[in-house]
């Protein structure tokens, strides 16, 4: 799919380490004051590995926002039998607000009309900048469920759409 400059295609495992760049530098932001540093830091240095997005790659879908030959941002979700789950959608915290996480969000509402309409997705709770661009887009929040990250506390809020 392109758009002008911009342009959304499947990540290979040439883009694990912008893949990997995105996904820490969208985490500290997207966190940062929700969840303790330490901890934080803990979830990053274990779960953005190049080791473990090479497995995310070959193992789900994750689609690429480019501009030109930089790589913005990503959506990483997984078609399941009746619905479609995004994991994340990032975007460099200096590129956001600039449609490049709408326009990969458009990309997987496309694909999900053929895995059964629904979209689920769940945030942080504290995400206030997630939990407003989902809202923005359509998304309803179902409820919010105790978890924990690395056994710290935290309140996920499960959020779904129906796709047209």
Excluded at 5 to 29: C, F, H, P, W, Y
Excluded at 37 to 60: G, K, P
Excluded at 142 to 161: A, G, N, S
């Amino acid at each position: 799919m392109k758009s002008g400059g911009l342009m959304i295609r499947k990540a290979t495992e040439n883009d694990v380490e912008a893949v990997k760049l995105i996904g820490i530098l969208s985490t500290q932001q997207a966190y940062e004051g929700i969840i303790p540093e330490d901890v934080l830091n803990d979830a990053i240095t274990e779960s953005i590995t190049t080791e473990r997005m090479l497995e995310q790659i070959n193992n789900r879908t994750i689609m690429l926002a480019t501009e030109g030959e930089m790589v913005v941002g990503f959506a990483m979700y997984e078609h399941k039998q009746d619905h479609t789950h995004i994991d994340v959608i990032y975007v460099l915290p200096h590129m956001q607000n600039q449609g490049y996480g709408k326009k990969l969000l458009d990309f997987v509402e496309t694909e999900a009309k053929d895995h059964g309409k629904l979209i689920t997705l769940d945030i942080e709770n504290g995400n206030v900048k997630g939990e407003e661009f989902y809202l923005s887009q359509g998304f309803e929040i179902v409820e919010y469920r105790p978890d924990t990250l690395f056994e710290y506390p935290i309140k996920r809020i499960i959020m779904k759409k129906v796709c047209n």
